[in-house]
């Protein structure tokens, strides 16, 4: 009525509009407006339409046109509509941060990173995926989460194509923040600038360089502060003041406050020998670590040498060494030297006066000698030497001790080297015998005469009186000459010559005894020369080849023995042996034996990889030729190994698991009748699978084996089980796997732990060492115990490394890697999943390195044993010595 003819009504809502193209140009419009309502106040109130819908999809978005879906007008306006655009622009869109600087880098400051998405057209994208990444600067926290990766989404684009997150810091640094759109990186970056807290006195350092100086009151040492906050960033600007109790000391405040790295240095000196400790304050806070320096003085040691042993009547002598290992001089130096008792004074070598005080009427000592040293400037030293001469009267092994003692007009920095002290064990003199050489092996026909050249000589330190030589009591065929001897003076000494001439009839063996020689009428020690002697018929040279068929067998061990018994006489005691010969083939397998008697003999020839050979083989009388031959052939054996050698696998109650293996023949025979068993004792629930022939396995061929485990539904876990698999071959035992079996009734998961440093940057090679806090069950064989199941591992390049089939639960850690300090963490591993843990380590202040010096050892020595024996008991061996100084001999025998 109002209108006459037309209708009034709400408007229409816009149209859909969908555009898909690999390129959208040109310019105009693209529009889904709603419809415009008409309406009257007295009699409709019609409302607009909606905007519609408009979807646009193209690779290459260049349309500078108007896109629009605007609500049509009306008593009550329409809703706008929606507009898609897939394509970002990354020059029109934008990533802001607020505030952009001066926030303390303590966790909990934030800035609010602002990522904005829009078109080439200046239109917002919507429901893109927005990821941060941080191109400058670490220790990152986005809302509230510490950053692990290269990039972190902090969610999807709204309608308006925003996304916000907050960014906080442990690091004082200038960060440099790049926003990710999928795949589409945002042109330009934001920068948030983080500054240190205030100063913390539990991470800051106090030190000191030098550590020693001079205490001249001049030389000044300096001592370093480096300021930290909370996390270890260098505070700058800090004020600093040095503190200290000690008197005397004076200190040099730092000239200003702490630089860009949180460093100032101040100084410190003293005038007396002491130790000072500097403390110091940043910005008032205390800080807990100190430095200390030791202002030194003079440092007087002194040392004494002298010899071990030494006889009475005779003279003494010591090696007096006086050093200044201090930083000053010393004045006033005197050392004084006190001689035992039962000494007395007789010269010195030094320049400088000295004074020798006798000991008084019936007191005890040999008196002493002062010496005035004077000055003795820094690194200085004085030595000399001082004898003195033994009492003949002391008593044979008494035990005499030089002392030795310095003394400075001028402070010391330390007493307890100024004193030094030589123990001397004093011996009678006497004479002592020696025949060399001391022990000789002969052989010798029957029949034969053959002589030995004996020296005899008095190494001790008297004169000796009238000697006796004697042959061997029990060898009627031995004769020495001569047979007396006058004294011999120490040092002094001669030949006696040694005959031996067994008869034709002597039976053959071995005859061994000692020729003697010894002091007449007195009660000093006989000494002797022994022999063994192997008196021989006829013998001949034997020259076993060694082959295995195919060639020569080097290195093979031919062991004979004599079926007929032979002689073995010591000291006249008679027993009778079975001779025995022993040798080894060349690279041309033959082994040479010499000086065989005739007869019969056992052998028993063995070599590496190859069967026994044994047999018996006859030496006759040579006719015309003096080498016999014997040639025998060796049989390859087989030698199996498992692979792997400790196979694992994992199962859970109720259910089979299994793992692959091996056995293997690794030796130059078959294998024959092959068995791979588990062993006896071992759960019922553990199989072996076996795949290939058994019945022969040629050197070079492998078994396949599969071991099964089918532990109970109602088996106790978690467990571990040990045990193990027997391989044999014509049932002997050959080899064994050694099986470990995981029982857990949870499903696994994995643990990855990335290790870097302060910096950030990986660490290689850290240990990992992860404890299982869950007791579990460990069975090997009969034994049964519980433990804290652990593995180990280490770090690659990229400072990760990883565990795999973990049961899950709660877990300890601790990476520990060469100049850091080690972490302990506790983890938790869920079933099915990574569990990822990042650990930062602090490099140490300080770097240990242990360094082995090569020092040579010039003690010459030598050592007589004296053993009582059996003679019927013992055979003739060599005397080994372990341990000889290289170019030293050791020789002897053992009866």
Known sequence: ??????????????????????????????????????????????????????????????????????????????????????????????????????????????????????????????????????????????????????????????????????????????????????????????????????????????????????????????????????????????????????????LTQPAGPTDAAGRTWGAVRCPTPQVVTVTATADGAPISDAAQVTFAGADLVVSKDGPATALAGRPVTYTLLVVNEGLLTAEGVVLTDTLPEGTSFLTQTSSFPFTHTPPSQGGVGGGSVAWQLGSLAKDAQVGFELAATVAPTMAHRAQITNQAAVAAASPETDNADNTAAQTTTVYQPAPQLEMTPAYSELTLRRGATQTVALEVENVGTAATGELIVAAAPHLEWMAVAPTTWPGLMPGEGGTVTVTLAPPGDQPVGVYRDVATAQVVGSGYPQTGAAFAVRVVGITRTLVVTVSDGYGPVAGAGVHLVRREESLLVTEGVTKTVHDRADGQSGGDGMAVLDGLEVGAYDYTIVAEGRGAAQGVVTVTAPLTEQVQTLTVTLSGLPLLRPEPFHPELHVRPGETGYVEAAARNVGLGAATNVNVAVAAGGPDWLTVGLIGATDALTAGQALSVTLFARPPATLTTPAVYRQYVDVTWDDAPATRFALTVHVSSQETGRLQVRVTDRGGEPVEGARVTVVNKERTLLVSGPITQTYYESVVGETGAGGVVTFEELAVGRYEYRVEAEGYAGVSVDPEVGAGEACFEEVELEGLPFEMRWEVEETEISDVYSVTVHLTFEADKLQLLPLEIEGACAGGTVEGVIE
């Open 1 to 250: 009525d109002v209108y006459p003819g037309v209708h009034l009504g709400g408007g229409g809502s816009g149209g859909s509009v969908w555009i898909e193209a690999d390129v959208l140009t040109g310019t105009g419009s693209i529009q889904a407006d709603g419809g415009h309502a008409l309406y009257s106040a007295q009699e409709g109130r019609g409302g607009g339409g909606a905007g519609g819908r408009i979807a646009i999809y193209a690779a290459t978005d260049v349309f500078s046109g108007v896109v629009q879906a605007r609500g049509g007008g009306g008593y009550e306006a329409g809703e706008a509509g929606t507009i898609y655009l897939d394509e970002v622009d990354p020059l029109s869109s934008t990533i802001t941060a607020a505030p952009t600087a001066g926030l303390v880098a303590n966790g909990v400051e934030t800035a609010t990173i602002t990522v904005t998405l829009l078109t080439a057209g200046g239109y917002p994208v919507p429901s893109k995926a927005v990821f941060l990444e941080f191109t400058a600067g670490t220790g990152n926290w986005i809302a509230g989460v510490p950053v692990t990766s290269t990039q972190t989404l902090i969610g999807t684009s709204s309608p308006s194509g925003t996304v916000t997150a907050t960014l906080a810091s442990t690091r004082a640094e200038v960060k440099t923040v790049v926003a990710w759109a999928e795949s589409v990186r945002l042109t330009m970056p934001a920068t948030v600038t983080f500054v240190a807290g205030p100063p913390d006195g539990d991470t800051s350092q106090v030190w000191a360089s030098l550590a020693e100086v001079a205490a001249d009151g001049i030389t000044t040492a300096t001592v370093h502060v480096r300021v930290y906050d909370a996390y270890l960033n260098p505070a700058a600007g800090a004020t600093v003041e040095l503190t200290t109790t000690a008197a005397g000391v004076t």
